[in-house]
């Protein structure tokens, strides 16, 4: 038996050892994180400065999360 096999049927019996086994594709993981993502909003709290003497503004913001309104 190759080393390969070997891994594999090693990982097939660790499943009865209360291991999970992932089994949920790509896809299905791109969704959920989809729908967990939808679940709140981003917002940016922006300020700006500005010099008096040359004009100069200067804008910094702010990441916030909020809830989403339902």
């Known amino acids: 038996m190759d080393t ?3 891994v594999l049927m090693e990982n097939d019996s660790a ?3 209360g291991i999970t086994e992932n089994t949920k594709s790509n896809h299905e ?3 959920e994180s989809e729908q967990t993502w939808d679940a709140v909003e981003t917002y940016f709290e922006c300020i700006s400065t ?3 003497d040359d004009g100069e503004c200067l804008t ?3 990441e916030q999360l909020r ?4």
Request: glycine share 0%; hydrophobic share 40%; proline share 0%.
């Open 50 to 52: 500005c010099s008096l």
């Open 4 to 6: 390969a096999t070997n």
């Open 29 to 31: 993981f791109s969704l």
């Open 67 to 70: 809830e989403a309104d339902e």
């Open 60 to 62: 910094s913001c702010v």
């Open 15 to 17: 499943s009865a050892w």
